[in-house]
């Protein structure tokens, strides 16, 4: 089921909320929300009726404000995204609110998507034959945009749907009546055959790229038979090519051959999926003009109406790709991506270092002994000093997302950050990092997600038994504060208040947090080590206080599973994404999320910030990677080339380069900048779970399944890669094989599959992982 | 009842499919009558169904990062897809799923539970062991594993009082002084059910061989605390069997601080836990993939070290001897021409410096007899079985018995080392473990009666063949049948000597059979009667009897050499009857002998065979056990 099913299911009469959610800015000053979490009331008038969900204690509140969430950001979502399936969907919704009266609704989501008069009344006209127009309007502009002057306009093929009273399914049989047409079904393996022949063909060079349609084709193909209920016809068919497919659709080939029944496709999300998304392929020029010829020629007209409905061909003007070029993009739900979707500027460089001034130097004086102090502060002022000098010209402005202000103690991190990283060890191919295994020992109930605070001062993880448990990874137990009964009789002028606010008694080397009710499957500490983020099966993310080791917030929204969470490197803002196919924008004083990242086609497995918190990449089991832009919404960066769910993401520390890592055991390097992949490291056996630049961004670690960790020349696979803006107009660069040079140590462990790695400030590298001891 | 599942092939990919017969069973069962098309429709449905679940349920798995597909998994699928999730299936273990063989059926095992057992038992682990996050170093400056992962801790805190009381008093009743504690302690240990909490306790106690190897007594008492553990039905030893089989074979191979004292016999406890070694073996073995052949190697190593101690040797002989023949013939035997060298050389000095080694060297040589004597008759045995369907004269169970242990692996006695070994130990060790029939035995010159002999190994197994036979009854005669030359010797040797052999033969019969558990070859009940005896003696000779042969076998040795070379070529011929060349090898072999026996007897009465003499002997023996070795 899609997005929108679920929206529009869930609850139409959210006017109110709605339209105080599209003017929802990114707060402006979201410091000092974050620390009046606890007991500050939100502040934004239009919301004053509900309050987001506070918790006292870790007890559970889960009653409440389930529905308000989900219909607050779609405008957000498609704001400034001009494709095509968005207008589609938006044009839905538009419908969709005008049937419910919704009339101010409507009207601002048009100013906010900034649709066309043309395409409102098209659809205003189309209000009786539901979204089936808006399909062909869509495909229609499409094919301009191709320029493919074909007389088959798709709409004359399809059937128009009456309208229907109930809306329990709306989207699924429009959907699916695209399949309604009847062709003869025995002629759909003659047909087949034919392409198949003459892309066998064709000169070698435009064989591989040709050899593209046939995936596509044979999945619609196959559907089109089952939905016409020739059940035999598409087992036969199916019998007979699917042996032909790449082997890397064999994950599909398998969802696919079990389904015979047109019933059965109603309820497949993964078909629904192939469906509603066009399979985009790239084909030369030429290549395109030889298959439009012979289509012509032989009147092949059911073929040439899958390629027109369902496919989308980018085409583009050069040398026919190779066989491996086109294999190392491929592979995804939805065929490659399409060029233009990573033209978008993308402000990959890092902010400016904050100037930590005089009050920071008194803040020193405080905090530091009288001994050295002046040394420090010396080196301190440099090395800030030369960094904020040069400002990247990549990266965003400073202001372009709000972000909180530093606080006191930020300052002091900061402060130590320094330190520690004058004693950095450079790392390089000569000099490896040392690593250091946290074993998890015992954990019958099975360690879903690990996270190191970044000071490496703390070690989370959280279980499959619905546990969330934080270690301390140095000497210094772990307190609670004390009670407020017991906080009232503090001096609170005192010199050591901190620590006197402290129970000594709850010292302790661990401390669990019990909240969630289903296996917590992300975890990610606040970069001012005050917060925990977890993300839960049972649909919630849940905000920790590492003072009282309680929870303070459940966010809900997903209301599916919650895959992964991640926490922006400056905090208060945070990501998740989930089973729903959405990656959703949080702040921590917020109820509802900021934003919904939506675009996905299935389940968004991993999520990541970028290090300039501008930015947030997301994978998923769709097998793409989708950047996102915090600040509109966008996704501005979209990457095809896995071959399976996407488990692990890492950008680099200059924000440049991203890595991304999945279940079939590669990991792939991006350049953000370009929207290239730049490299491709083959070794790993099984999934990889966790991918970790150093801190100068020299090596690459990756861990998996296999229960090795490996260390990536991450410098040379950059190096080597020449990317510029011609090379990104093609889409694609050679990519050498040349993992082998790459890796620079495997380094297996004990029956322990690598669940995270983290890099210390000084660059020694911290694993962690079960120990399995079947 | 979704367990009929129909396994069916389909291209190369797998289904598991329902078939239409199974949805009507299970229609039938809740009484609703279904048409062939309704079923089909259905059986189709349900098999997309359960394919779509296990699909979904994989990504959960995927999220907890295991490859392991749990019951669990499938549970929150179906939760997620608003279907009635599966209960009483969450147990982390596999589940049994067997074939049912006539209708190629499948179903899980479905066991009941005794609720009122399951509750009132004691040993149900309180929860388990706290997880806990340990930090080690891997790797420094990538150049290598600085130290190994560490072990995982056991759930110390699941044990309750009860059982931590009970281990207390078990370990001290067993390592205490009083002997009746001690029996009441085993007894309880080889009998408890409820135990199992505390094995790897028990494990780590035996583990201290290793620190009391100047004790013997708190070895032996270790000992029977592996045995009595070993024996517990209740008990699961699992990968625990190695950490025991260590502490055993430490007993048995190490040169324990209690032998430097040669009063201490320590060789019978090297005896008793070479028979150990046996029975775990034999009961567990197949808990440990490739225990037999780490044995096996451990043994070799040690005897192939000629710095190691002669007790190390002994151990390694005897335990060899305890796994089974074929463990001699497939590692003693090939090594014994090595090792003759060594041990005659010890044999061989006189010095008085030397007379403890000697002594001890002469245990060697006496186990290496005895073993190497088995390992013939257990040929012999094996062959003549195999070649006529049962001996003529053996009773029903002994072919029985024989057959079975031809069909087992490659090893020579499987009933009866579980059963008896047992027995025999905990006898033997009650009737006396610190007795010293030993010392009076080593003296014994019975290896120095035969120095005159040109062949000695060889001559003093062909007297113990002719010996066993009489016992046998008849399973020497069905080996020889085909060949009547070589009967003739056998009985011939008897015959002349027959007033004075009688004596001597059963009393060397008593022991071979023993040792051997040759149990199988004479089941007569003289020699049960005999076994309290038996076991006290151990591996060799009793003492009275020792007196005795040293009279008798000087008189049979003054026939046999006239009539000897023939007549001895030709049992060992006979013995290795069906290989070509060897038996004939091993003729030739003897025929430089003869010169030897020229050689006037009395002089060598205290030394060791011809061997010593003569400067060629260790050539001739080496040839002679090539030629042994041959046929097998």
């Known amino acids: 089921m899609c997005l929108w099913c679920r929206i529009r299911q869930k609850n139409p009469k959210k006017k109110t909320y709605y339209a105080a959610h599209v003017m929802t800015p990114l707060l402006s000053a979201p410091g000092e929300k974050m620390a009046a979490v606890q007991d500050a009331p939100m502040e934004l008038d239009s919301e004053k009726e509900t309050k ?14 389930t529905a308000s969430g989900t219909l607050s950001s779609p405008p957000l979502t498609a704001g400034g995204a001009p494709k095509q399936e968005d207008q589609q969907t938006l044009i839905a919704v538009l419908q969709f609110l005008r049937r419910n009266k919704l009339t101010e609704s409507v009207d601002i989501l048009r100013r906010e998507a900034c649709l066309e008069d043309q395409e409102d009344s098209q659809t205003l006209d189309g209000s009786g034959g539901g979204k089936g127009d808006g399909d062909g309007g869509d495909a229609n502009s499409l094919l301009s945009r191709v320029s493919i002057a074909s007389a088959a306009a798709p709409q ?44 066998e063909s064709v000169l070698d060079c435009h064989r591989a790229e040709l050899s593209q349609l046939f995936y596509p084709l044979f999945v619609h193909m196959y559907l089109e038979l089952v939905y016409n209920n020739h059940e035999t016809k598409a087992k036969a068919f199916f019998e007979k090519f699917s042996g032909d497919q790449e082997c890397y659709y064999q994950d599909d080939l398998q969802i696919l051959c079990g389904l015979t029944k047109k019933e059965h496709l109603k309820g497949n999300e993964a078909l629904l999926d192939f469906r509603t998304s066009r399979f985009v392929l ?154 250091c295994f946290y074993s998890f020992l015992n954990a019958y109930q099975g360690l879903t997600a690990v996270d190191f605070t970044d000071d490496s001062s703390l070690l989370a993880g959280g279980f499959a038994d619905s546990t969330v448990r934080v270690w301390s990874a140095t000497p210094k137990k772990l307190r609670k504060v004390k009670s407020a009964a017991e906080l009232n009789l503090i001096d609170k002028e005192s010199d050591d208040v901190l620590e006197r606010i402290m129970d000594e008694k709850t010292a302790s080397e661990s401390k669990n947090l019990y909240g969630h009710s289903g296996p917590v499957y992300g975890v990610s500490f606040s970069p001012d080590r005050n917060y925990l983020l977890s993300s839960s099966e049972d649909g919630t993310v849940r905000l920790w206080s590492l003072q009282t080791f309680t929870c303070l917030v459940g966010y809900k929204g997903h209301n599916y599973p919650v895959w992964d969470t991640h926490f922006s490197p400056f905090g208060y803002y945070f990501v998740s994404g989930g089973h729903d196919r959405v990656a959703r924008l949080w702040a921590t004083d917020h109820y509802q999320p900021l934003r919904i990242f939506a675009g996905h086609l299935a389940d968004v497995t991993c999520t990541r910030f970028h290090p300039n918190s501008n930015y947030v990449v997301t994978g998923s089991t769709d097998r793409t990677i989708r950047l996102w832009d915090v600040l509109n919404g966008n996704c501005v960066r979209f990457f095809t080339g896995h071959k399976g769910p996407i488990h692990s993401l890492a950008f680099s520390p200059n924000g440049k380069f991203l890595a991304s890592g999945s279940t079939d055991g590669r990991v792939l390097l991006w350049d953000i900048g370009h929207g290239l992949m730049i490299g491709e490291l083959k070794g790993h056996t099984d999934t990889i779970y966790a991918l970790k630049f150093s801190r100068d961004g020299e090596i690459l670690a990756s861990g998996s399944m296999d229960n090795t960790v490996r260390l990536w020349d991450s410098m040379k696979a950059f190096d080597d890669m020449e990317t510029d803006d011609f090379t990104a107009a093609t889409g694609h660069i050679p990519l050498p094989d040349n993992s082998q040079e790459l890796l620079l140590g495997m380094y297996h462990s004990k029956s322990t599959p690598v669940t995270h790695l983290h890099f210390t400030r000084r660059n020694l590298l911290l694993a962690a992982g079960a120990y399995n001891s079947q | 009842c979704q367990s009929i599942v129909k396994m069916t092939e389909r291209e190369e990919r797998r289904f598991a499919e329902v078939p239409r017969e199974s949805i009507k069973l299970m229609a039938e069962s809740s009484g609703v009558e279904l048409s062939e098309e309704v079923a089909a429709l259905l059986a189709e449905d349900v098999c997309y169904r359960l394919r779509e679940a296990t699909q979904n349920s994989s990504q959960f798995m995927r999220h907890a990062k295991r490859r392991k597909l749990s019951v669990e998994d499938l549970n929150r699928a179906l939760r997620w897809s608003n279907t009635e999730t599966i209960c009483g299936y969450g147990a982390q273990d596999a589940l049994p799923f067997r074939p049912l063989k006539e209708g190629e059926l499948f179903f899980v095992e479905d066991r009941e539970i005794n609720l009122v057992e399951l509750a009132l038992a004691t040993n149900i682990p309180k929860g388990c062991a706290e997880t806990m996050v340990r930090v080690h170093v891997s790797y420094l400056d990538g150049k290598g594993n600085l130290e190994p992962q560490g072990t995982v801790p056991t759930a110390v805190q699941s044990l309750s009082e009860d059982l931590l009381k009970y281990y207390q008093q078990i370990t001290r009743a067993i390592l205490g002084e009083d002997p009746h504690l001690m029996k009441v302690a085993l007894l309880d240990l080889q009998s408890n059910s409820k135990i199992a909490a505390l094995l790897p306790y028990f494990v780590y106690v035996i583990s201290g061989v290793k620190s009391v190897s100047h004790d013997l007594d708190q070895l032996n008492r270790l000992l029977h605390m592996v045995k009595s553990l070993v024996q517990n039905p209740y008990l699961y030893l699992g990968s625990y069997v190695r950490s025991l089989v260590s502490s055993v074979m430490y007993c048995i191979l190490e040169p324990l601080a209690a032998s ?95 007379a403890q080694v000697k002594a001890d060297g002469h245990k060697v040589y006496g186990a290496i007899l005895v073993a190497v004597e088995r390992l013939l008759k257990m040929k012999a045995l094996s062959l003549t079985l195999a070649a006529e369907g049962s001996g003529a004269g053996l009773p029903g169970t002994t072919t029985g018995a024989v057959g079975f242990r031809e069909n087992s692996p490659g090893l020579s006695p499987p009933s009866e080392p579980l059963s008896e070994p047992p027995l025999g130990i905990a006898s033997h060790l009650q009737a006396g473990g610190a007795g010293c029939p030993w010392e009076e035995w080593t003296p014994v010159s019975l ?105 008798i076998f000087p008189k049979a040795r003054f026939p046999l050499p006239q009539a000897g070379p023939p007549a001895f070529s030709f049992i060992i011929g006979g013995r290795q009857m069906g290989r070509r060349c060897q038996g004939r090898r091993f003729q030739t072999s003897f025929t430089p002998t003869p010169p030897l026996t020229t050689h006037p007897p009395r002089a060598y009465a205290h030394k060791l065979p011809v061997i010593g003499r003569v400067s060629k002997p260790v050539r001739r023996w080496t040839c002679s056990h090539y030629s042994l070795h041959l046929p097998l």
Not at chain 1, 52 to 61: A, F, V
Not at chain 1, 317 to 338: H, L, V, Y
Not at chain 1, 351 to 372: F, H, R
Not at chain 2, 312 to 329: D, F
């Open chain 1, 52 to 65: 987001p969900e506070i918790l006292s204690d870790g007890t559970s509140n889960l009653s409440g404000n």
């Open chain 1, 156 to 199: 004359s093929t399809l059937t128009p749907i009456p309208v229907k009273s109930e809306y329990d399914q709306p989207d699924v049989s429009v959907v699916l009546s695209a399949y309604s047409q009847q062709g003869d079904p025995s002629l759909y393996q003659v047909y087949y055959t034919g392409l198949k022949n003459f892309i």
């Open chain 1, 282 to 435: 790239r084909i030369s020029r030429d290549s395109y003009q030889l298959l439009k010829r012979h289509l012509q020629e032989r009147h092949n007209n059911q073929i040439w109406n899958i390629i027109q409905e369902h496919l989308y061909i980018d085409i583009f003007d050069g040398m026919p790709r190779s066989k491996s070029q086109i294999d190392s993009m491929s592979g995804s739900f939805a065929g490659e991506t399409r060029r233009e979707v990573n033209k978008a500027k993308v402000f990959y460089g890092l902010l400016k270092e904050p100037e930590i001034e005089v009050p920071l130097d008194d803040e020193d004086d405080e905090a530091e002994n009288e001994e050295g102090k002046p040394k420090k502060k010396k080196t301190k002022k440099d090395s800030m000093g030369s960094k904020s000098k040069k400002q990247d010209p990549n990266a965003p402005q400073q202001n372009r997302i709000p972000l909180p202000e530093l606080k006191d103690s930020d300052k002091l991190d900061k402060i130590m950050y320094m330190k520690e990283s004058t004693k950095r060890i450079r790392l390089g191919p000569e000099n490896l990092p040392s690593i």
């Open chain 2, 260 to 354: 430097i004292n040669p009063l201490n016999d320590h060789w019978t406890l090297r005896d008793y836990a070479a028979l150990l070694l046996s029975h775990i073996f034999w009961t567990h073995g197949d808990l440990v993939s490739g225990l037999y052949h780490q044995i096996l190697l451990s043994l070799q190593k040690v005897l192939s070290d000629p710095v190691r101690p002669l007790c190390s040797h002994y151990g390694a002989v005897v335990g060899l001897h305890a796994l089974g023949w074929k463990a001699v013939e497939r590692v003693l035997y090939p090594h014994l021409p090595a090792y003759w060298a060594n041990l005659q050389a010890v044999l061989d000095d006189y010095s008085v410096s030397n």
């Open chain 2, 447 to 551: 290896p120095a009666m035969y120095c005159e002999l040109y062949s000695f190994f060889g001559d003093s197994l062909a007297v113990r063949f002719s010996t066993g036979p009489p016992l046998g009854g008849a399973t020497p005669p069905g080996p020889c049948q085909p060949l009547e030359g070589r009967k003739e010797p056998a009985s011939s040797a008897p015959n002349l000597e027959n007033t004075r052999k009688m004596p001597q033969l059963t009393a060397s019969m008593n022991i071979s059979p023993r040792q051997d558990g040759s149990p199988r070859m004479e089941p007569q009940p003289p020699s049960l009667a005999a076994t309290e005896t038996r076991k006290t003696c151990s591996v060799e000779v009793p003492p009275g009897p020792g007196l005795g042969t040293t009279d």
